[in-house]
T-cell receptor, first 113, second 114 residues
């Protein structure tokens, strides 16, 4: 069965520092991969998605993610974090039927000044 | 352009009652999916509707049901509420059927069962 693992429950990064959030997935074929962000009391916002092609995907708010098939990973990166990036981040993979997303447990990002 | 609208934002219900949550998708979006978010289980898929038909259902008991209307608006219903049904219920819409296009989520309905 497909699954998504986000190894880090909570990460604290200094403002202006770089960020990498880890995501590992389990899926037999080429996956559809997503990163979503959720601010407190809000729904989820799509940051970026990967279907095929270039393994480095650019998203909104300066985020990017790299798909590495050999490592079954889809890590999210940002070169310089802003205080407004503090939120919970979810990695997800499309299920085999293509009708639902399977989410990781999320990583909470705190930004220190 | 208006986003995905969920009503109400907050609900408090008593065990054994039933509840109906509403979701209006982005104009033109024909697919509506529902997810349950809890601290323990995380985000779990409930069901997807497209053109008034349920395409898929997650691993939830029959107490959880839904429907979609001809204008793409959707409702989900939970009968005989249990304490464990307390959660944030998120609705997501997309232009076409399926999850792989990427969803637009609403802000959710926070259900508390007491």
């Amino acid at each position: 069965a497909q699954s998504v693992t986000q190894p880090d429950i909570h990460i604290t990064v200094s403002e202006g520092a770089s960020l990498e959030l880890r995501c590992n997935y389990s899926y037999g074929a080429t996956p559809y991969l997503f990163w979503y962000v959720q601010s407190p009391g809000q729904g989820l916002q799509l940051l970026l998605k990967y279907f095929s092609g270039d393994t480095l995907v650019q998203g909104i708010k300066g985020f990017e993610a790299e798909f590495k098939r050999s490592q079954s990973s889809f890590n999210l990166r940002k070169p310089s974090v802003h205080w407004s990036d503090a939120a919970e981040y979810f990695c997800a993979v499309g299920d085999q039927a293509g009708t639902a997303l399977i989410f990781g447990k999320g990583t909470t990002l705190s930004v220190s000044s | 352009k208006a986003g995905v609208t969920q009503t109400p934002r907050y609900l408090i219900k008593t065990r054994g009652q039933q509840v109906t949550l509403s979701c209006s998708p982005i104009s033109g979006h024909r697919s509506v999916s529902w997810y349950q978010q809890t601290p323990g289980q995380g985000l779990q898929f409930l069901f997807e509707y497209f053109s008034e038909t349920q395409r898929n259902k997650g691993n939830f008991p029959g107490r959880f049901s839904g429907r979609q209307f001809s204008n793409s608006r959707s409702e989900m219903n939970v009968s005989t509420l249990e304490l464990g049904d307390s959660a944030l219920y998120l609705c997501a819409s997309s232009l076409e059927a399926g999850a792989n296009y990427g969803y637009t989520f609403g802000s959710g309905t926070r259900l508390t069962v007491v």
